[in-house]
T-cell receptor
């Protein structure tokens, strides 16, 4: 079975600072990995995905994530935080071409002006 | 506009009073799914449907029912709601042959069971 662990349920960064949201996965086979963002009162929106091609994945809104097999990690980063990045972020995992997403517990990102 | 529409957006009810949360998509998607979101637990899948008349349990199906009589609709039914079903519910859909990255999510239904 696949699972993901998100370290830190709340993360605060200053505007303009680096954003780093951590995600570690567990999977018996090389997984597909996803990051989603949820703005207040909205559904989930896909930020980026890893599906066994390039290990550094670029997504929307300036976010990127790097798949590191040796560390079983898929951390989300953005060089410079904007106020509009304040939201909840979810890491998710699936089997390759699988039918089911398994989500992490989420990280709420707060941006300090 | 392609969308997944859930109704109602907010619902307060009492224990034991049957309710239905509707979900409709206008993209002719075959796959539809229901999730519940709870603080500290993330999103967990309740039920999913691969096509009309084909449904299957997700990770937390207890206390819920679904039906898929037509492709566009996938209602979530709580026959006898209990307070532990107080949660934020999301419906999602995707088209045939599309990967999970193509999941469309609705805006959510906040349910409170008193």
């Amino acid at each position: 079975a696949q699972s993901v662990t998100q370290l830190g349920s709340h993360v605060s960064v200053s505007e303009g600072a680096l954003v780093l949201l951590r995600c570690n996965y567990s999977s018996s086979v090389p997984p597909y990995l996803f990051w989603y963002v949820q703005y207040p009162n909205q559904g989930l929106q896909l930020l980026l995905k890893y599906t066994s091609a390039a290990t550094l994945v670029k997504g929307i809104n300036g976010f990127e994530a790097e798949f590191k097999k040796s560390e079983t990690s898929f951390h989300l980063t953005k060089p410079s935080a904007h106020m509009s990045d304040a939201a909840e972020y979810f890491c998710a995992v699936s089997l390759p071409r699988g039918e089911k997403l398994t989500f992490g517990t989420g990280t709420r990102l707060t941006i300090i002006p | 506009e392609a969308q997944v529409t859930q109704n109602p957006r907010y619902l307060i009810t009492v224990t034991g009073k049957k309710l239905t949360v509707t979900c409709s998509q206008n993209m002719n998607h075959e796959y539809m799914s229901w999730y519940r979101q709870d603080p500290g637990l993330g999103l967990r899948q309740i039920y999913y449907s691969m096509n009309v008349e084909v449904t299957d349990k997700g990770d937390v199906p207890e206390g819920y029912k679904v039906s898929r009589k037509e492709k566009r609709n996938f209602p979530l039914i709580l026959e006898s709601p209990s307070p532990n079903q107080t949660s934020l519910y999301f419906c999602a859909s995707r088209g045939p042959g599309q990967g999970l990255e193509k999941l469309f999510f609705g805006s959510g239904t906040q349910l409170s069971v008193l």
